[in-house]
């Protein structure tokens, strides 16, 4: 088993799974950390970060892998302003929750209405109270956060199928050695080889979606505008206007609030379903953020203690 592991977020990857795994999973703020080497799909969300059994693992991770990489300049090269001096483990504070405003999303909870899992989540909330946050209830970036996802959705198809073409073509590019070159490539290795690369169960139609793009044009520049137009009007307003230091919400539920906008959150295991199922909570915050949501994740991991060691049969 591993101590500590590494994944890439676009939207939810290291999210995701870390709130079904009962495990901490950190999605650091884009060009903390650097994507060199990274098989990417964008780099407009594209961000490395841990996956540990505790915030304080996931936190020490990070603190390793930060900084700097002239491989990944532009996006390191900016991000470099966030990075506090001394590093982030001096954020692992117990009292992390007291006076932080925590913003609530109520309309990513609807769907948990009348489950264990939505009173396990109100329990929660009255920790992070009684350990001294302010909890501002009944927030919504909009009306309707179905239909901004499906907004989000949208654009991201449109913005990600181009800009992985790009992506997975430059990675190839630089492997010493690899028996393909480009996405047309690998689109005629798995025709060839369909048992092995399992074409009837997976396909590969977005493979050859984006093989079809022609670059950034103007269509994919009015979907990158839009993205950061529902970022800076969605989440970035909503956060400032209320003076949030977090919002929280279930599980990776609202990755893409996050994602779209290069933003950091934190997942940290809150329960499980009634079959057992873990769920986590997430903690986001705007870019930069990353001392905020450490001091709060690891705080309420602290007064609630939830994660339980996997049993392995013998």
Known sequence: MAAVTLGTDTDGSILCPSSFNSVVGIRPTLGLTSRAGVVSITPLQDTVGPICRTVSDAVHVLDAVIGYDEHDAAATG????????????????????????????????QSYAGTQRLRVYEQHLATMRKHGAVVVDNLRVTANPTA????????????????????????LADLVYSPV????????????HPIEERMKDFGQDDLIAAQNTSGIGPVERVAIRRLKELSANGLEKLMKEHQLDAIVTPGSDASSLLA?????????????????VPFGICFGGLQGYEPRLIEMAYAFEQATKVRKPPMFKP
């Open 148 to 171: 901004l996802l499906d907004d989000i959705s949208s654009n991201e198809g449109i913005a990600v199928v181009a800009e992985f073409k790009l992506s997975i073509n430059a990675y």
């Open 260 to 276: 779209t906008g290069g933003h950091p959150g934190m997942i940290v295991p809150a329960g499980f379903n009634e079959q057992g």
């Open 78 to 109: 900016a991000a470099s302003k966030y990075i506090p001096p001394g590093g982030y483990a001096q954020f692992l504070r117990k009292d992390g929750l007291r006076g932080k405003r925590v913003g609530v999303l109520r309309g990513f909870f």
């Open 181 to 192: 070159h480009s996405l047309a490539d690998i689109i005629v290795f798995n025709n060839a």
